[in-house]
């Protein structure tokens, strides 16, 4: 037996190109007695309930979530969970319930979002029935994107419209560290098959910019709104996310002047170290490198990507020269490459993208530049993080 009031309650995306409402999430709760709204996620977590008192809650739910849809702008889009569990027990033949109810409330299946919830399900059937609700116009969204290995595959099965990206998965890559690394990987991925990101649980200032960095489309969480049994106006936070983004394009503005700083800095670099190399100078006489504390080593290449010398690092003052990767050719890294294209000719300093040092496990950034008439090249590394 249920106890409470089945209804929705909808907790708004937010547009990041306008800060307007695009849509809503419709969420299961339940009203009690004494006014008080409880989530109906328990119920569904909770294997002892029965399949059919949990899929008619389900329905009675949806149905109040469409009833309500009338109520906003004609452009809103509603997001209905799905559970490919429910999904499997659709026979091949049968109508599906949930156009059905589309039907009856009289909403085009075009301002639908079919959010897929859960691991598990037949995959075969949950790609017909995906088939079906897009045949009639709707949309297809994965949930908590990136929990597991498995919602690869389901990318490829379903070709998805959307993503949301996995709540804890997110809220720990904000915080920096190699989940960081794993959610840009996992949003570049989408935007490469044409998918749009959602990021929710953006709850603090900090996820928004990290939801922002990964080019999210769409955001959604308590920094915003909570779930409500109303609806907020469209407007409602466009100045609050404008505020916001703006504050986060200034950091960005601020880590752009501090990148241009860098470049001119081991530019300086890049012209003492030539020279002491063409004149093929010892150790001692290395130039004082004291302004540059991000510094981590240099060496040199030939124009095909053989080490020809030492690494050379400084440690507590003095000068290392680390031999172990004379010979090694780094001709494939993606620094090196583009390096020979952008670098060969004009003889100008290049600059890689960040990437994790499989030696050291540092952030670092790769300089280059050829000289010697191109025919040899010197590299710098840079600790990312200390620049």
């Known amino acids: 037996m249920i106890d409470g ?3 929705a309650c909808f907790q708004p ?3 990041t190109a306008t800060g307007r409402i695009a849509g809503v999430e419709a969420l299961g709760r339940l009203r009690q007695e004494d006014g008080r709204l409880l989530s109906v996620g328990p119920l569904f977590a909770d294997p002892r309930r029965p399949a059919v008192e949990l899929r008619r809650l389900d329905r009675l739910i949806r149905g109040n979530a469409l ?7 004609d452009d809103w889009f509603l997001s209905l969970n799905i559970s490919p569990r429910w999904i499997s027990r659709v026979r091949p033949e049968q109508p599906l319930p949930s156009l059905k109810q589309l039907q009856q409330h009289g909403i085009a299946p075009q301002r639908i979002v079919f959010e897929i919830t859960e691991l598990g399900g037949d995959s075969q059937r949950m790609s017909e029935v995906v088939a079906r609700y897009r045949q009639a116009g709707a949309r297809i969204a994965i949930d908590d994107f990136g929990a597991g290995y498995s ?3 389901r990318v490829l099965a379903l070709q998805p419209d959307i993503l949301k990206l996995d709540m804890r998965l997110f809220q720990a890559a904000a915080r920096g560290g190699p989940s960081s690394d794993v959610v840009k990987a996992l949003a570049q991925m989408a935007e490469k098959t044409g998918c749009w990101i959602i990021a929710e649980g953006v709850e603090t ?3 928004l910019s990290f939801a922002l960095e990964c080019g999210s489309r769409y955001v959604q969480g308590f920094l915003f709104a909570q779930a409500e049994e109303h609806f907020f106006r469209a407007d409602a936070f466009v100045d609050r996310f404008a505020e916001l983004r ?3 394009v200034m950091q960005k503005v601020v880590d752009r002047e501090r990148w241009m700083h860098l470049r001119k800095q081991l530019s300086q670099l890049m012209q003492q170290l030539q020279v002491w190399a063409q004149n093929h100078a010892s150790l001692e006489q290395l130039p004082d490198v004291q302004a540059y504390p991000w510094l981590l080593r240099f060496y040199q290449c030939d124009r095909h990507g053989t080490q020809l010398t030492p690494n050379l690092e400084l440690s507590d003052g003095t000068w290392i020269a680390d031999a172990r990767y004379m010979g090694h050719n780094w001709s494939w890294r993606p620094y090196f490459y583009h390096l020979l ?3 060969w000719h004009e003889r100008r300093l290049t600059l890689s ?4 040092d499989a030696t050291s496990n540092q952030y670092c950034l790769t300089a280059g530049q050829f000289f010697d008439d191109g025919q040899r090249l010197l590299l710098i590394d840079v600790d990312a993080v200390g620049f």
């Open 151 to 153: 919602q690869l595959d």
């Open 13 to 15: 995306f937010i547009d």
């Open 246 to 248: 703006d504050r986060y």
């Open 341 to 343: 294209a952008e670098g």
């Open 353 to 356: 993208n960040t990437y994790r």
């Open 5 to 7: 009031q089945p209804l």
């Open 67 to 73: 009833s309500r849809l009338h109520q906003v702008p």
């Open 205 to 207: 200032e900090a996820e």
